[in-house]
């Protein structure tokens, strides 16, 4: 067991481009960490500069407080699994299970109950002799876990551990990596790039972007009070919706616009002294599609008509696609070019039946106290 | 209907003449080798050259009195044998070094490497030939083994075949603690049976027929090789064709069997290597 530091880690790739810049974080003894963010977002090249696997340009790694950045591999007392499993296909189970003890040169008869033990807790035990092209894909993840465990590490690293399992199996499967993670109570650090994967693993989570941290949070805060319009845009599913308004300001009563409509805001007192300094200037604004309603409840605000896309029914909930008279901004590549990228559809997350059909127009609630501000260089306004 | 069973028909019959002009040598010599000495070069243009109607093995009794046909075929795999262990170890090494590993200079020794290919060994054989006379190595198995450990042909189809092995297995290994050198015994060779299966099997096939360095190089049966020992009947008053064609038979015997023993493998690491014809 052991805390992980990372400090102002940097990567470029061979052609120079930044892979990571100024990293920083710092994951608890006995902490589930989990690292999220869109593809070549840099989040598996920062557990595998903590693996060993891959020098960091600048920066420092501790692990246990000692800086590791000189050390092999194996000095760093980390085990890793790996998004193919990477299981030895010509060794049975038990000799992929017991392979790193014998490179620890244990005694074999405390290696034989390591494995024993280990294959019990995930019960493998009866297929110790099988060969991995025998096994589901289930129970290779399994052997790639014991191979990990059994080392009794400092620190796991799992990259993508569960992409390559059918959706069902995976839902298992990840609550028995929590599960295993909090008995077993070693440092873990967790890559995916499925926000409801991090979201449900029960540890904080890191949004990375573009190789920039963006925020660490346990999930209810990043949903809740997201960072940056990216967060914002990430976190959900579907995520926020970010357009771009203006402020003003009537007879100390908050208004945004919205399309030809003005809309008044009903804030408390805090927020609306915030949001003081943007009044007449440009700022973004976010609705979760969960802030959005077909029905006209008492949460809602103010009604706008929009022109529905599709719909696509979920069964519990629908989702409805719409374009409306103001424009969406592309949080997943917001600022990502120094220029923000529009798209013209939003999304509202309904709970009752919408008997609406694509180019049909119809009225939608916005619930207007869940609203979020985010300034021109999208951080979160209060 | 009737088309297309023509069609068959002729293929079948286009691929059986095909076969016939590339099995008559072989079976030309091992007939050849069964019957009297006298009959071999007359009846080769008549039907009894592939149906004798007398048999001996009286050709390859000859074979044995007349050469010491033994130690040529210890020599032979004496030094092919050598060749094939000791290159299967230092090829796959440099294979791996090349695909896997990073060093400096390595783009352009591969290139080297690549360059060697092409250059055959009647060009480089004078040069050579100095260079292991001034080291004292003439009329030794040594300098028939040495020069042909390092083989660049070899080298490319281990690159190649690593290069195609998950990283991520080696990395797994690496983080379980191994070092290269374990790491490539352990994980990678078990894994690569069919590329050294190839490489074993070609490389053999190439050494079992030398001839020019073999000549070149020694000057005495003792450490001669099959082929000289062949080429020794031509020098060899009477000349007798059945005793050549049976020492042609012991010859290419070995590697028959080599071949049927190593056949899965070798169609495997053909397969695997993506080498053609």
Known sequence: ?382 | MRRRWLINISIYISLLLLALCFLAPIVLMVVGSLKPDAKVLIEAGSLKAVLPDQLSLQNYSDVFTRVDFMRYLLNSLLISGSIVVVGLAVNSLAGYAFARMQWRGRDLMFALVLMIMIVPLEAIAVPLFYEVTLLGWRDTYIVQIVPFIANAFSICLFYTFFLGLPRELEEAARIDGAGVFRTFVSIIVPNAKPVFATVAILTFLMQWGAFLWPLMVTSGEAVRPLPLGIAAFYTLPPLQWGDIFAFGVMMVAPILILFLLFQRWFVRGVAATGIKG
């Open chain 1, 1 to 382: 067991m052991a805390a992980v530091s990372y400090k102002n880690i940097g990567k470029s790739f061979d052609n120079g481009a930044p892979a990571v810049t100024d990293f920083n974080l710092d994951i608890k003894d006995g902490e589930l960490m989990v690292l999220v963010g869109p593809s070549g977002c840099g989040k598996s090249t920062l557990l595998r500069i903590l693996a060993g696997l891959e020098t960091a340009s600048q920066g420092e790694i501790l692990i246990a407080g000692e800086v590791v950045n000189d050390k092999t591999a194996q000095q760093r007392n980390v085990a890793m699994v790996f998004q193919n499993y990477a299981l030895y296909p010509h060794m049975t189970v038990r000799r992929n299970i017991e392979f790193p003890l014998k490179m620890m040169r244990l005694a074999k008869a405390e290696i034989k109950r390591r494995v024993d033990a280990t294959a019990k807790l995930l019960e493998l035990d009866m297929m110790l002799e099988r060969k991995p092209k025998q096994l589901s894909g289930g129970q290779r993840q399994r052997v790639a876990m014991g191979r990990a465990m059994v080392r009794e590490p400092a620190v796991f690293l799992m990259d993508e551990p569960l992409s390559n399992l059918d959706a069902k199996l995976r839902v298992q499967i990840r609550a028995e990596i929590s599960a295993l993670q909090r008995r077993m109570n070693t440092t873990t650090l967790y890559v995916t790039h499925d926000q409801v994967e991090a979201m449900t693993l029960g540890g904080r989570v890191a949004v990375i972007n573009q190789g920039c941290l963006q925020q660490v949070a346990d999930p209810q805060a990043l949903y809740e009070q997201p960072a940056n319009i990216f967060v914002a845009g990430f976190i959900g599913n579907p995520g926020m919706n970010v357009f771009k308004t203006e402020l003003h300001s009537e007879h100390d009563q908050l208004t945004i616009r919205w399309g030809q409509q003005q809309l008044s805001l009903s804030l408390d007192v805090k927020r609306k002294e915030a949001l003081q300094r943007y009044i007449c200037k440009p700022i973004f604004a976010g609705l979760r599609p969960e802030a959005i309603s077909c029905e006209d409840t008492q949460n809602v605000d103010a009604t706008i008509t929009v022109k529905v896309e599709s719909i696509e029914a979920l069964g519990h909930e629908y989702l409805l696609y719409f374009k409306s008279d103001v424009v969406a901004v592309d949080t997943d590549r917001f600022l990502s070019d120094g220029e923000i990228t529009m798209r013209s559809i939003m999304v509202a997350r309904l709970a009752g039946r919408v008997d609406a059909k694509a180019g049909e127009k119809i009225e939608l609630g916005l619930m207007l106290k869940q609203l979020y501000f985010f300034d021109e260089g999208g951080m979160a306004v209060l």
